[in-house]
Nanobody, 122 residues
Framework: QAQLAESGGGSVQTGGSLRLSCAIS????????IGWFRQAPGKRREGVAYTISGEDWTEYATSVKGRFTISSDNAKGIGYLQMVSLQSEDTATYYC???????????????WGQGTQVTVSS
């Protein structure tokens, strides 16, 4: 059974940075989609960044493009989301997810972590 566990969330001031990590284990394949999603209170879940494990392809939501960077270390089974220039609207619970299929589609993601809170304040 695949398991994902996020870490690295916390509270930062506007303009600050955080790096989220996602430990991924138990997937039966070495090539899979990794996505980072977020959900703020009262809002719908939003996909913010996608990549393929061990590959260079990435895609970002318009709201985070240029500020967030998704990456992965396939050998270690870890996904990352580097976030800079954080704004109050980035405050949310962030989830990593993994799955097989079209990486841009939320329906692709079968396996989810428990989430980590990111709070950005002025």
């Amino acid at each position: 059974q695949a398991q994902l566990a996020e870490s690295g969330g916390g509270s930062v001031q506007t303009g600050g940075s955080l790096r989220l990590s996602c430990a991924i284990s138990g997937l039966p394949v070495s090539r899979y989609c990794i996505g980072w999603f977020r959900q703020a209170p009262g809002k719908r879940r939003e996909g913010v960044a996608y990549t393929i494990s061990g590959e260079d392809w990435t895609e970002y939501a318009t709201s985070v493009k240029g500020r967030f960077t998704i990456s992965s270390d396939n050998a270690k089974g870890i996904g990352y989301l580097q976030m800079v220039s954080l704004q109050s609207e980035d405050t949310a619970t962030y989830y990593c997810a993994a799955g097989l299929g079209r990486c841009r589609d939320a329906q692709t993601y079968t396996y989810w972590g428990q989430g980590t809170q990111v709070t950005v304040s002025s």
